[in-house]
């Protein structure tokens, strides 16, 4: 099971997410005289569950592409330095 599927990740995360859009919405509310706080509220957990639904989708399309390149989907994702370092790190352990 990777960390995209473990419930307490996802359950941090969510906490996390909707303590900022409390504090997002106080602090708004402490220095503007905004007149609608649910629907303040409501813009806010809309781009959340847009943000969400596209962090969705590019796990899933990581995924997908790790499958057909024949990478373990349980391994996990590295890019950039990490992953350069690890592909020099296994060419190096090749040659002995």
Aim: glycine share 8%; net charge positive.
């Amino acid at each position: 099971m990777g960390a995209k599927d473990s419930p307490t990740i996802w359950l941090i995360v969510w906490t996390l997410n909707n303590i900022g859009v409390t504090l997002l919405n106080k602090s708004a509310f402490a220095h503007v005289d905004f007149k609608y706080p649910f629907f303040l509220s409501f813009v806010h957990m809309m781009c959340n569950s847009a943000g969400s639904w596209v962090t969705f989708r590019l796990i899933d399309a990581e995924d997908r592409r790790r499958k057909e390149a024949g990478v373990d989907a349980s391994t996990p994702h590295t890019s950039g330095v990490q992953g350069l370092l690890g592909a020099i790190s296994r060419k190096e352990i090749n040659k002995r």
